[in-house]
């Protein structure tokens, strides 16, 4: 009875847009967890808007739209890549215009999720504002799981982060986030988990789902990976230059704009 009073005070808490303490923040994860509302990353979902014909175009530089990711991937036909890493700066959310409550984003590297949704091995931080509230959550997921919050580990704007995402084998590795700022940094090892592709390597800020649905979306404002690259199965690395460019669409709006370099990816809010 007790544990049933807790979550639904969480719930009540999260829909009233409260910014909760890290301590509180981490408290109602599990909760959200436990009652299938924690955040997820989703596989990347082609938007249904008016862009939508130019998701068919064969081209590896043309510009798809997504309802949920922004950013660029590299694509594969067979397993190619076991590595990702790329360096950004903390950004300053805020509410989009004619926005009130609570907006979020998040800025990850992963690999698979985008031709093969079988499985996403991926780490990132989520940023959130509400009001003049701003808060951060490192997190690492194995997907079809959900997220889950690292503890030890806090962020403020300005900070430089370096996040890697490493696959051992197909169904196991591990996962990293460096606040090179801070010089903190944690990591998580996977085992036994549902196979990688490795036909995708990825820098995204996404647009997350939160209880099945997508949550509202924050102005990041501008998130440049630095130092991008993806360590090939067969020896090496590659960079994001030529990969396909992905940007947010949600209500015949395109809200992001993408560009790359051969070690950078740069995704602007512009909605």
């Known amino acids: 009875m007790f544990a049933a009073t807790l979550l639904c005070q969480v719930l009540l808490a999260t ?155 197909k169904t196991g590795g591990s996962v990293t986030i460096k606040n090179n700022t801070k010089g903190k940094t944690v990591s998580h090892t996977f085992s036994g988990q549902p196979a990688l592709c490795e036909y995708n390597a990825e820098w995204i800020v996404e647009d997350f789902e939160s209880g099945g649905s997508l949550v509202p979306f924050a102005n990041f404002g501008t998130v440049t990976f630095t130092g991008a690259s993806a360590g090939l199965v067969s020896g090496g690395t590659a960079g994001p230059s030529g990969s396909t460019l992905i940007d947010i669409e949600q209500n015949n709006k395109v809200l992001t704009s993408v560009s790359t370099g051969s070690s950078s990816v740069t995704v602007s809010y512009t909605g």
Do not use: M
């Open 15 to 169: 829909a009233a847009f409260a910014i909760p303490t890290s301590k509180e923040r981490f408290a109602q994860r599990a909760a959200r967890r436990a009652a299938g509302l924690a955040h997820q990353s989703q596989p990347k979902a082609l938007s249904e808007g008016i862009h939508q014909a130019d998701n068919l175009i064969t081209n590896t530089s043309h510009v798809e739209y997504s309802s949920n990711w922004a950013g660029a991937v590299l694509v594969a036909s067979t397993a190619t890549y076991k590595s990702v890493t790329g360096t950004f700066t903390v950004p300053t959310p805020k509410e989009p215009s004619g926005g009130s409550g609570t907006h979020s984003a998040s800025a990850w590297v992963g690999i698979d999720g985008d031709t093969c949704g079988n499985a996403i091995l991926q780490t990132g931080v989520d940023f959130t504002v509400s009001g003049s509230s701003v808060s951060y959550d490192a997190w690492y997921e194995w997907y079809p799981d959900y997220a889950y919050d690292f503890s030890g580990i806090s962020f403020s704007a300005g900070d430089s982060v370096t996040v890697t995402v490493t696959a051992t084998s």
